[in-house]
Protein backbone atom coordinates (compact mmCIF):
# COMPACT_ATOMS: atom_id res chain seq x y z
CA UNK A 1 0.00 0.00 0.00
CA UNK A 2 2.40 2.13 1.10
CA UNK A 3 4.14 1.66 -2.62
CA UNK A 4 1.12 2.65 -4.09
CA UNK A 5 0.62 6.00 -2.36
CA UNK A 6 4.07 6.59 -3.34
CA UNK A 7 3.86 5.58 -6.89
CA UNK A 8 0.36 8.35 -6.81
CA UNK A 9 2.38 11.17 -5.78
CA UNK A 10 5.24 10.88 -8.58
CA UNK A 11 2.66 10.71 -10.74
CA UNK A 12 0.96 13.92 -9.84
CA UNK A 13 4.29 15.54 -9.00
CA UNK A 14 5.29 14.81 -13.09
CA UNK A 15 1.82 15.53 -14.47
CA UNK A 16 2.15 19.10 -12.44
CA UNK A 17 5.69 19.38 -13.91
CA UNK A 18 4.77 18.85 -17.42
CA UNK A 19 1.70 21.29 -16.68
CA UNK A 20 4.35 24.45 -15.49
CA UNK A 21 6.72 22.85 -18.62
CA UNK A 22 3.80 23.38 -21.30
CA UNK A 23 2.52 27.14 -20.12
CA UNK A 24 3.22 29.37 -22.63
CA UNK A 25 3.38 32.26 -20.75
CA UNK A 26 3.13 34.23 -17.66
CA UNK A 27 2.53 37.63 -16.53
CA UNK A 28 3.71 38.84 -13.54
CA UNK A 29 3.44 42.41 -11.24
CA UNK A 30 6.48 43.94 -10.48
CA UNK A 31 6.21 42.46 -7.08
CA UNK A 32 6.52 38.89 -8.79
CA UNK A 33 3.13 38.16 -8.25
CA UNK A 34 1.43 36.40 -10.98
CA UNK A 35 -1.74 37.71 -12.97
CA UNK A 36 -3.76 36.87 -15.59
CA UNK A 37 -4.83 38.91 -19.07
CA UNK A 38 -7.88 40.08 -17.54
CA UNK A 39 -5.80 41.34 -14.15
CA UNK A 40 -3.79 43.11 -16.69
CA UNK A 41 -6.53 44.99 -18.53
CA UNK A 42 -8.60 45.89 -15.23
CA UNK A 43 -4.56 48.05 -14.32
CA UNK A 44 -4.89 49.37 -17.62
CA UNK A 45 -7.97 51.09 -17.36
CA UNK A 46 -6.86 53.74 -15.13
CA UNK A 47 -3.70 54.55 -17.66
CA UNK A 48 -3.66 57.18 -20.18
CA UNK A 49 -0.91 55.25 -22.13
CA UNK A 50 -0.01 51.81 -22.03
CA UNK A 51 3.39 50.55 -23.56
CA UNK A 52 4.04 47.28 -24.45
CA UNK A 53 7.89 46.50 -25.03
CA UNK A 54 8.46 43.69 -27.05
CA UNK A 55 11.00 41.21 -28.45
CA UNK A 56 10.27 42.20 -31.50
CA UNK A 57 10.67 38.57 -33.50
CA UNK A 58 8.38 36.31 -30.36
CA UNK A 59 5.41 34.77 -32.00
CA UNK A 60 3.65 34.47 -28.82
CA UNK A 61 4.33 37.95 -27.61
CA UNK A 62 3.04 39.29 -30.64
CA UNK A 63 -0.25 37.28 -30.10
CA UNK A 64 -0.39 38.45 -26.42
CA UNK A 65 -0.25 42.23 -28.08
CA UNK A 66 -2.97 41.51 -30.12
CA UNK A 67 -4.64 40.00 -26.90
CA UNK A 68 -4.08 43.21 -25.18
CA UNK A 69 -5.58 45.37 -28.05
CA UNK A 70 -8.31 43.83 -28.08
CA UNK A 71 -9.34 43.67 -24.36
CA UNK A 72 -8.59 47.67 -24.74
CA UNK A 73 -10.19 48.49 -27.72
CA UNK A 74 -13.52 46.84 -25.64
CA UNK A 75 -12.98 49.54 -23.17
CA UNK A 76 -12.18 51.98 -25.02
CA UNK A 77 -13.64 52.35 -28.79
CA UNK A 78 -11.69 55.51 -29.44
CA UNK A 79 -8.33 54.07 -28.45
CA UNK A 80 -5.79 55.12 -30.67
CA UNK A 81 -2.93 53.12 -31.76
CA UNK A 82 0.87 53.81 -32.38
CA UNK A 83 3.83 51.25 -33.38
CA UNK A 84 7.85 51.66 -33.73
CA UNK A 85 7.66 49.40 -36.83
CA UNK A 86 6.34 52.27 -38.83
CA UNK A 87 8.22 55.58 -39.29
CA UNK A 88 6.69 58.83 -39.65
CA UNK A 89 6.83 58.93 -43.37
CA UNK A 90 4.28 56.05 -43.89
CA UNK A 91 1.52 58.16 -42.04
CA UNK A 92 0.09 59.21 -45.04
CA UNK A 93 0.10 55.48 -46.27
CA UNK A 94 -1.64 54.10 -43.35
CA UNK A 95 -4.29 56.89 -43.19
CA UNK A 96 -5.06 55.78 -46.99
CA UNK A 97 -5.06 52.10 -45.94
CA UNK A 98 -7.60 52.75 -42.82
CA UNK A 99 -9.62 55.56 -44.84
CA UNK A 100 -10.34 52.66 -48.28
CA UNK A 101 -8.66 54.54 -50.03
CA UNK A 102 -5.87 52.55 -51.43
CA UNK A 103 -6.13 48.38 -51.27
CA UNK A 104 -4.13 46.64 -48.69
CA UNK A 105 -1.88 45.37 -51.10
CA UNK A 106 -0.92 48.81 -52.61
CA UNK A 107 -0.41 49.72 -48.57
CA UNK A 108 1.95 46.99 -48.13
CA UNK A 109 3.48 47.85 -51.12
CA UNK A 110 4.35 51.61 -50.35
CA UNK A 111 4.76 50.99 -46.77
CA UNK A 112 8.40 50.32 -45.08
CA UNK A 113 7.57 47.42 -44.07
CA UNK A 114 9.55 45.26 -41.61
CA UNK A 115 10.33 41.05 -42.44
CA UNK A 116 8.16 39.97 -39.86
CA UNK A 117 5.21 41.88 -40.70
CA UNK A 118 2.81 39.30 -42.53
CA UNK A 119 3.09 37.03 -39.63
CA UNK A 120 3.60 39.26 -36.21
CA UNK A 121 2.37 42.61 -37.01
CA UNK A 122 -0.32 42.38 -39.61
CA UNK A 123 -3.22 41.47 -37.61
CA UNK A 124 -3.00 43.90 -35.11
CA UNK A 125 -3.10 46.52 -37.82
CA UNK A 126 -5.68 44.47 -39.57
CA UNK A 127 -7.99 44.88 -36.21
CA UNK A 128 -7.07 48.25 -35.57
CA UNK A 129 -8.54 48.88 -38.83
CA UNK A 130 -11.36 46.84 -38.69
CA UNK A 131 -12.62 48.56 -35.18
CA UNK A 132 -11.87 51.92 -36.69
CA UNK A 133 -9.46 52.98 -34.37
CA UNK A 134 -6.47 55.66 -34.88
CA UNK A 135 -3.09 54.30 -35.93
CA UNK A 136 0.29 56.36 -35.65
CA UNK A 137 3.70 55.78 -37.34
CA UNK A 138 5.63 56.83 -34.28
CA UNK A 139 9.10 56.24 -35.32
CA UNK A 140 11.96 58.73 -36.80
CA UNK A 141 12.74 57.28 -40.44
CA UNK A 142 15.94 55.11 -40.25
CA UNK A 143 17.72 56.93 -42.53
CA UNK A 144 17.96 60.41 -39.86
CA UNK A 145 19.07 57.99 -36.81
CA UNK A 146 21.63 56.68 -39.19
CA UNK A 147 22.92 60.48 -39.39
CA UNK A 148 22.96 61.11 -36.22
CA UNK A 149 24.77 58.21 -34.93
CA UNK A 150 27.59 59.00 -37.20
CA UNK A 151 27.76 62.42 -37.33
CA UNK A 152 25.84 63.32 -33.76
CA UNK A 153 22.52 65.41 -32.96
CA UNK A 154 23.66 68.37 -34.67
CA UNK A 155 23.23 66.93 -38.28
CA UNK A 156 20.15 67.60 -38.08
CA UNK A 157 20.10 71.73 -37.76
CA UNK A 158 21.23 71.35 -41.77
CA UNK A 159 18.31 69.18 -42.81
CA UNK A 160 15.26 71.31 -44.54
CA UNK A 161 11.97 71.85 -42.89
CA UNK A 162 10.43 69.03 -44.55
CA UNK A 163 12.96 66.80 -43.49
CA UNK A 164 12.28 67.80 -39.52
CA UNK A 165 8.41 67.27 -39.85
CA UNK A 166 9.26 63.92 -39.26
CA UNK A 167 11.52 63.23 -36.19
CA UNK A 168 11.44 65.14 -32.66
CA UNK A 169 11.61 69.09 -32.18
CA UNK A 170 14.82 70.44 -31.91
CA UNK A 171 16.88 71.37 -29.57
CA UNK A 172 16.15 68.44 -28.16
CA UNK A 173 17.50 67.07 -24.77
CA UNK A 174 19.33 63.55 -24.18
CA UNK A 175 20.07 62.44 -20.45
CA UNK A 176 23.28 60.63 -21.33
CA UNK A 177 23.22 59.77 -17.70
CA UNK A 178 20.35 57.73 -18.01
CA UNK A 179 20.94 54.05 -17.31
CA UNK A 180 19.65 52.53 -20.00
CA UNK A 181 21.55 55.09 -22.11
CA UNK A 182 25.13 54.08 -20.10
CA UNK A 183 24.29 50.47 -19.93
CA UNK A 184 24.16 50.81 -23.75
CA UNK A 185 27.79 53.04 -24.27
CA UNK A 186 29.28 50.43 -21.66
CA UNK A 187 27.94 47.52 -24.26
CA UNK A 188 29.70 49.64 -26.94
CA UNK A 189 33.05 49.85 -25.39
CA UNK A 190 35.71 49.05 -27.52
CA UNK A 191 32.93 48.65 -30.59
CA UNK A 192 33.82 51.09 -33.61
CA UNK A 193 31.98 54.29 -33.93
CA UNK A 194 31.17 57.53 -31.53
CA UNK A 195 29.13 56.18 -28.95
CA UNK A 196 27.71 59.14 -27.54
CA UNK A 197 26.63 59.78 -31.27
CA UNK A 198 24.75 56.29 -31.04
CA UNK A 199 23.32 57.27 -28.08
CA UNK A 200 22.14 60.38 -29.36
CA UNK A 201 20.35 58.33 -32.67
CA UNK A 202 18.65 56.07 -29.51
CA UNK A 203 17.19 58.80 -28.07
CA UNK A 204 16.32 60.69 -31.32
CA UNK A 205 13.95 57.28 -31.95
CA UNK A 206 12.95 57.51 -27.85
CA UNK A 207 12.09 61.45 -28.12
CA UNK A 208 9.84 60.88 -31.79
CA UNK A 209 7.94 58.20 -30.75
CA UNK A 210 7.37 59.85 -27.69
CA UNK A 211 6.44 62.69 -29.51
CA UNK A 212 4.17 61.28 -32.16
CA UNK A 213 1.92 60.69 -28.96
CA UNK A 214 1.36 64.18 -27.93
CA UNK A 215 -1.35 64.91 -30.02
CA UNK A 216 -3.75 62.12 -28.50
CA UNK A 217 -3.02 62.35 -25.39
CA UNK A 218 -3.02 66.05 -25.24
CA UNK A 219 -6.74 65.34 -26.68
CA UNK A 220 -7.71 63.18 -23.92
CA UNK A 221 -7.56 59.97 -25.85
CA UNK A 222 -5.96 56.66 -24.44
CA UNK A 223 -3.02 55.44 -26.31
CA UNK A 224 -1.82 51.90 -26.73
CA UNK A 225 2.05 52.12 -28.16
CA UNK A 226 3.73 48.61 -29.30
CA UNK A 227 7.80 49.01 -29.08
CA UNK A 228 10.82 47.32 -28.59
CA UNK A 229 11.51 46.09 -24.77
CA UNK A 230 14.57 48.61 -24.92
CA UNK A 231 12.82 51.95 -25.34
CA UNK A 232 10.52 51.66 -22.37
CA UNK A 233 12.71 49.10 -19.91
CA UNK A 234 12.31 50.60 -16.24
CA UNK A 235 10.28 53.88 -17.80
CA UNK A 236 13.21 55.05 -19.33
CA UNK A 237 13.47 56.02 -23.42
CA UNK A 238 10.00 56.72 -24.80
CA UNK A 239 8.45 56.72 -21.22
CA UNK A 240 10.81 59.80 -20.09
CA UNK A 241 9.98 61.96 -22.85
CA UNK A 242 6.47 61.12 -22.22
CA UNK A 243 6.56 62.29 -18.96
CA UNK A 244 8.49 65.83 -19.40
CA UNK A 245 5.74 67.09 -21.31
CA UNK A 246 3.09 65.05 -19.22
CA UNK A 247 3.97 65.31 -15.82
CA UNK A 248 0.85 63.86 -14.51
CA UNK A 249 0.81 61.05 -16.74
CA UNK A 250 -0.49 57.54 -15.96
CA UNK A 251 1.37 54.81 -17.50
CA UNK A 252 1.11 51.12 -17.59
CA UNK A 253 4.33 49.55 -18.51
CA UNK A 254 4.06 46.05 -20.19
CA UNK A 255 7.95 44.73 -20.33
CA UNK A 256 8.70 41.38 -22.12
CA UNK A 257 11.36 38.59 -21.14
CA UNK A 258 12.03 35.27 -21.66
CA UNK A 259 13.43 32.95 -19.03
CA UNK A 260 14.68 29.27 -18.78
CA UNK A 261 11.52 29.02 -16.24
CA UNK A 262 8.11 30.82 -16.78
CA UNK A 263 6.79 29.89 -12.94
CA UNK A 264 8.79 32.41 -10.92
CA UNK A 265 9.58 35.87 -11.99
CA UNK A 266 13.65 36.72 -12.09
CA UNK A 267 14.82 39.49 -9.64
CA UNK A 268 16.87 41.01 -12.52
CA UNK A 269 13.78 41.34 -14.41
CA UNK A 270 11.51 42.33 -11.66
CA UNK A 271 11.76 46.85 -12.14
CA UNK A 272 11.24 46.09 -15.74
CA UNK A 273 7.61 47.37 -15.78
CA UNK A 274 4.56 47.37 -13.55
CA UNK A 275 3.91 44.37 -15.49
CA UNK A 276 6.42 41.65 -16.77
CA UNK A 277 5.11 39.27 -19.58
CA UNK A 278 7.79 35.78 -19.01
CA UNK A 279 8.06 33.81 -21.87
CA UNK A 280 9.81 30.21 -22.30
CA UNK A 281 13.49 30.89 -23.72
CA UNK A 282 12.56 27.94 -26.45
CA UNK A 283 9.21 30.13 -27.38
CA UNK A 284 8.84 30.28 -31.13
CA UNK A 285 10.52 33.04 -32.93
CA UNK A 286 10.25 34.40 -36.64
CA UNK A 287 13.94 34.99 -37.48
Not at 14 to 29: C, D, H, M, R, W
Not at 39 to 64: M, P
Not at 88 to 109: P, V
Request: glycine letters at 6%; one cysteine or more.
Amino acid sequence: MRNYYLAVLLMLCSIGTLKAQGEAYQFFNNKGKKIDLQNVLKQAKDADAIFFGELHNNSVGHWLQLQVLKGLQAQNPDLVVGSEIFEREDQLNLDEWFANQITESNFEGEANLWKNYNTDYRPVLRYAKEKGLGFIATNVPRKYASLVSKSGLVALDSLSPQAKKYFAKLPMQVDMNMPGYVAMKDMMHGAPGNSDFMIQAQALKDATMAESLFEPLSKGKKVYHINGSYHSKDGEGILWYLKKEFPAIKILNIHMVTQDQIDKLDDANATSGEIILVLPSDSHTTY
